[in-house]
Nanobody, 115 residues
Framework: VRLVESGGGLVQPGGSLRLSCAASGFTFSGYAGRWYRQAPGKERELVAAISSTGGSTFHADSVKGRFTISRDNAKNTVYLQMNSLQPEDTAVYYC?????????WGQGTQVTVSS
């Protein structure tokens, strides 16, 4: 079982990034997908979530209107499109797949927003 995030990096304020999370080793289409982030000295927080079919999504108030979660079950991948990035978005972003008691995590990808 693996979740591998990619797409992080350094971006200027107002810029955009697209994170990807590729799943393997399990039936990803049966799992809810989530993106969390953890900034230095802060607790991990839920950023966005998407149902197994993609028909339902959630975005935290702090990112609503700027970030969009999506998924492509044919590619076993969940995405996080991040626009209008701000310095407070700087964090390690983690992908999560959950189905009942089964809960899988990626290793995280660093996003740094700085001029």
């Amino acid at each position: 079982v693996r979740l591998v995030e990619s797409g992080g990096g350094l971006v200027q304020p107002g810029g955009s990034l697209r994170l990807s999370c590729a799943a393997s080793g399990f039936t990803f289409s049966g799992y809810a997908g989530r993106w969390y982030r953890q900034a230095p000295g802060k607790e991990r927080e839920l950023v966005a979530a998407i149902s197994s079919t993609g028909g339902s999504t959630f975005h935290a108030d702090s990112v609503k209107g700027r970030f969009t979660i999506s998924r492509d079950n044919a590619k076993n991948t969940v995405y996080l499109q991040m626009n209008s990035l701000q310095p407070e978005d700087t964090a390690v972003y983690y992908c999560n797949a959950e189905r009942g008691a089964r809960d899988y995590w990626g290793q995280g990808t660093q996003v740094t927003v700085s001029s």
